[in-house]
Protein backbone atom coordinates (compact mmCIF):
# COMPACT_ATOMS: atom_id res chain seq x y z
CA UNK A 1 0.00 0.00 0.00
CA UNK A 2 1.67 3.68 -0.91
CA UNK A 3 -0.31 6.53 0.66
CA UNK A 4 0.11 10.01 -0.13
CA UNK A 5 -1.13 12.55 1.98
CA UNK A 6 -2.28 16.28 1.54
CA UNK A 7 -4.00 19.71 2.62
CA UNK A 8 -1.24 20.70 5.36
CA UNK A 9 -0.61 24.68 5.24
CA UNK A 10 0.23 27.22 7.58
CA UNK A 11 -3.26 28.82 9.57
CA UNK A 12 -4.00 30.86 12.14
CA UNK A 13 -5.23 29.71 15.59
CA UNK A 14 -9.08 28.97 15.58
CA UNK A 15 -8.74 28.18 11.39
CA UNK A 16 -9.76 24.73 9.95
CA UNK A 17 -7.80 22.56 7.62
CA UNK A 18 -8.56 19.27 5.99
CA UNK A 19 -6.08 16.42 5.42
CA UNK A 20 -6.69 13.99 2.86
CA UNK A 21 -4.67 10.69 2.47
CA UNK A 22 -5.14 8.72 -0.74
CA UNK A 23 -3.96 4.28 -0.61
CA UNK A 24 -2.72 2.65 -3.50
CA UNK A 25 -3.56 -0.79 -3.06
CA UNK A 26 -2.51 -3.30 -4.59
CA UNK A 27 -4.84 -5.78 -6.31
CA UNK A 28 -6.96 -8.38 -4.51
CA UNK A 29 -7.10 -6.66 -1.12
CA UNK A 30 -9.56 -3.51 -1.22
CA UNK A 31 -9.19 -0.28 1.10
CA UNK A 32 -11.61 -0.73 2.91
CA UNK A 33 -9.82 -3.84 4.80
CA UNK A 34 -7.43 -1.59 6.26
CA UNK A 35 -7.83 0.47 9.46
CA UNK A 36 -6.86 3.83 8.90
CA UNK A 37 -5.22 6.24 11.18
CA UNK A 38 -3.36 9.71 11.37
CA UNK A 39 -0.48 10.59 13.40
CA UNK A 40 1.50 13.63 13.86
CA UNK A 41 5.19 14.38 15.29
CA UNK A 42 6.22 18.48 16.34
CA UNK A 43 9.39 19.18 15.77
CA UNK A 44 12.37 17.58 18.80
CA UNK A 45 9.02 15.23 20.07
CA UNK A 46 8.22 11.72 19.24
CA UNK A 47 5.24 10.30 16.84
CA UNK A 48 1.77 10.95 18.68
CA UNK A 49 -1.51 9.24 17.68
CA UNK A 50 -4.23 11.24 16.55
CA UNK A 51 -6.90 9.50 15.21
CA UNK A 52 -7.89 6.44 13.55
CA UNK A 53 -10.97 4.95 12.11
CA UNK A 54 -12.04 0.72 11.94
CA UNK A 55 -12.39 -0.68 8.14
CA UNK A 56 -16.22 -0.55 7.90
CA UNK A 57 -18.41 1.96 6.24
CA UNK A 58 -20.39 2.43 9.52
CA UNK A 59 -16.83 3.31 11.29
CA UNK A 60 -15.86 2.90 14.73
CA UNK A 61 -13.30 6.31 15.45
CA UNK A 62 -10.76 6.50 18.48
CA UNK A 63 -9.47 9.89 19.16
CA UNK A 64 -5.90 11.36 21.19
CA UNK A 65 -8.45 13.18 23.86
CA UNK A 66 -5.84 15.90 22.81
CA UNK A 67 -7.87 16.18 19.73
CA UNK A 68 -11.46 14.87 20.88
CA UNK A 69 -14.35 17.61 19.50
CA UNK A 70 -12.26 19.55 17.54
CA UNK A 71 -10.95 16.88 14.50
CA UNK A 72 -13.03 14.16 12.71
CA UNK A 73 -11.53 11.40 11.45
CA UNK A 74 -13.25 9.91 8.23
CA UNK A 75 -12.98 8.01 5.12
CA UNK A 76 -14.33 7.10 1.50
CA UNK A 77 -13.98 3.56 0.88
CA UNK A 78 -14.57 4.50 -2.92
CA UNK A 79 -11.68 6.68 -3.56
CA UNK A 80 -9.63 4.80 -0.96
CA UNK A 81 -9.51 8.05 0.85
CA UNK A 82 -9.42 9.03 4.60
CA UNK A 83 -9.93 12.73 5.52
CA UNK A 84 -8.52 14.33 8.63
CA UNK A 85 -11.29 17.28 9.27
CA UNK A 86 -9.05 19.68 12.21
CA UNK A 87 -11.00 22.52 13.17
CA UNK A 88 -10.27 25.08 16.29
CA UNK A 89 -6.71 24.83 15.29
CA UNK A 90 -4.47 25.69 18.01
CA UNK A 91 -0.58 26.06 18.14
CA UNK A 92 0.29 23.04 19.38
CA UNK A 93 -1.24 21.18 16.59
CA UNK A 94 1.58 22.43 14.81
CA UNK A 95 3.09 19.06 13.83
CA UNK A 96 4.41 16.67 10.61
CA UNK A 97 0.68 14.60 10.06
CA UNK A 98 1.23 11.10 8.44
CA UNK A 99 -1.33 8.80 7.64
CA UNK A 100 -1.04 4.88 8.40
CA UNK A 101 -2.37 1.87 7.20
CA UNK A 102 -3.07 -1.63 8.81
CA UNK A 103 -3.95 -4.55 7.70
CA UNK A 104 -3.99 -6.67 10.91
CA UNK A 105 -5.05 -4.11 13.94
CA UNK A 106 -7.51 -4.82 16.52
CA UNK A 107 -9.89 -2.59 18.39
CA UNK A 108 -7.34 -2.59 21.43
CA UNK A 109 -4.46 -1.65 19.28
CA UNK A 110 -5.71 1.40 16.87
CA UNK A 111 -3.39 4.20 18.95
CA UNK A 112 -0.47 1.92 18.52
CA UNK A 113 2.32 3.18 16.01
CA UNK A 114 3.49 -0.41 15.75
CA UNK A 115 0.13 -1.71 14.75
CA UNK A 116 0.21 0.32 11.29
CA UNK A 117 2.33 -1.41 8.43
CA UNK A 118 2.17 1.37 5.94
CA UNK A 119 3.20 5.22 6.16
CA UNK A 120 2.47 8.15 4.02
CA UNK A 121 5.33 10.60 3.72
CA UNK A 122 3.35 13.18 5.54
CA UNK A 123 2.34 16.76 5.46
CA UNK A 124 3.76 19.65 7.67
CA UNK A 125 0.62 21.64 9.21
CA UNK A 126 1.60 24.76 10.73
CA UNK A 127 -0.60 27.11 13.04
CA UNK A 128 0.33 30.32 14.30
CA UNK A 129 -1.23 32.39 17.07
Known amino acids: VQLQASGGGLVQAGGSLRLSCVAS???????????MAWFRQAQGKEREFVAS?????????YYNDSVKGRFTISRDNAKDTVYLQMNSLKPEDTAVYSC???????????????????WGQGTQVTVSS
Open 100 to 118: AAGATVIMSSMNQENAYQY
Open 25 to 35: VASGRAFSTYV
Open 53 to 61: ISRRASSYT
